[in-house]
């Protein structure tokens, strides 16, 4: 079985903008299937953490939003918060982020619903009877909407190569349980050799799992959350973690978990992926580092696997070599893919659409 990716390139001209093809693409994919009269639609996305300026532009999110009116919804722009801490860790900070970021009611043309509350814990136990959980737990009022559209700014990422419409799903609509089930086996540790004992990792660290212990950063493996902050943040490159055990894991958990957050939705989910600004980190951090490889295009399909495949393939085409095993090593992309198929999630058989 074959799932379609619709694709457009970056071009434009006078009369059609990228705002143009991005309704365009939006409509061929099948958007007003997808969405019932009166639909309480989530769009799903990041709204970039403070200083991150990567994420999707707001002009976007409002022609998805224009689209889906349209086609009779009712959207409502969601995303659920972090584990770490940052702008985003609990519903009150992670709208002011959001507005700052620029995803205002009157920019964006909807309203913004966190998903799993003031704290995370506003979570529904969804069944999904996978090969490593049963149940998993899914930000209630993403879990409670009747349709979704999932917009995805596709890029590297440190625990899963890249980022796409399966991360946001497994990762992004996960309530806090989900979580920390997801990121249970990260067990980072600090190689003492290279520390400087700057306490950088300390300051970040949202569970103070953290502490320099004669003049060297020493983490606690039984109160760190395996967020895998510290590993971004430390300036020498010295907090370690067995990726062959943890890489491979975190990816089949958040396949899990997108499971999860599709359940009751299989025929009222569309994912829009934005193939520009591949930044090698996750739009979670406060900053953004150049590009990895070029801008490519924007991708549509109703198969979480299938696009994150196609996204994959043409950003490998783009730059000439594989930027995300380039940038993170250690880590093999394709399990996600893998599990997606084996689970059911979709297929990595895809055939391309042009617009
Ligand atoms: S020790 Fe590192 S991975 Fe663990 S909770 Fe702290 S920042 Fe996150
Ligand atoms: S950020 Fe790195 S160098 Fe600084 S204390 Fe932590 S482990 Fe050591």
Not at 110 to 138: H, N
Not at 273 to 291: A, H, I, K, R
Not at 341 to 349: F, I, S, V, W
Request: charged share 20%; with cysteine.
């Amino acid at each position: 079985m074959q799932s379609t990716v619709w694709f457009t390139d970056l071009s434009s001209r006078p009369g059609k903008s990228l705002l143009d093809k991005t309704g365009e693409i939006l409509r061929a994919a099948g958007l007003a299937g997808k969405i019932g009269q009166g639909d309480l639609t989530a769009v799903k996305l990041h709204f970039g953490e403070k200083g991150n300026t990567a994420f999707l532009r707001p002009v976007f999110v409002r022609k998805a939003v224009e689209e889906i009116v349209a086609a009779g919804g009712r959207p409502f722009l969601t995303d659920t918060n972090t584990l770490y801490l940052g702008g985003r860790s609990n519903a009150v900070d992670h709208l002011r982020t959001a507005i700052t970021n620029g995803f205002a009611f009157p920019v964006a043309d909807a309203p913004i619903v966190i998903a799993d509350g003031l704290r995370g814990e506003s979570a529904v136990k969804v069944p999904i009877g996978g090969t490593i959980f049963s149940e998993v737990s899914i930000g209630a009022e993403i879990a409670n909407a009747d349709a979704m559209v999932v917009l995805t700014h596709f890029k590297g990422h440190e625990l899963s190569g890249f980022g796409g419409a399966i991360k946001n799903l497994g990762m992004g609509c996960a309530a806090r349980a989900g979580k920390l089930a997801q990121h249970s086996t990260v067990s980072p540790y600090v190689d003492p050799a290279n520390c400087t004992a700057c306490g950088t990792c300390v300051a970040h660290c949202p569970s103070g799992a953290i502490s320099i212990v004669t003049a060297s950063a020493l983490i606690d493996p039984k109160t760190c959350i395996g967020c895998a902050d510290c590993i971004v943040v430390c300036p020498e490159h010295t907090v370690k973690i067995d990726w062959n055990e943890a890489a491979p894991m975190v990816q089949k958990k958040m396949v899990e978990h997108a499971l999860g957050a599709l359940r009751g939705k299989r025929d009222s989910v569309l994912f829009l992926s934005f193939v520009t600004q591949v930044s090698p980190f996750c739009d979670c951090y406060g900053n953004n580092d150049l590009p990895i490889a070029p801008d490519v295009g924007i991708l549509a399909s109703d198969d979480p696997v299938a696009i994150d495949q196609a996204c994959a393939d043409l950003v490998i085409k783009a730059a000439g070599r594989d930027p995300f095993r380039a940038t993170h090593p250690s880590i093999d992309w394709s399990i996600q893919l893998a599990h997606g198929e084996e689970t059911g999630l979709g297929t990595r058989n895809y055939e391309i659409r042009p617009l």
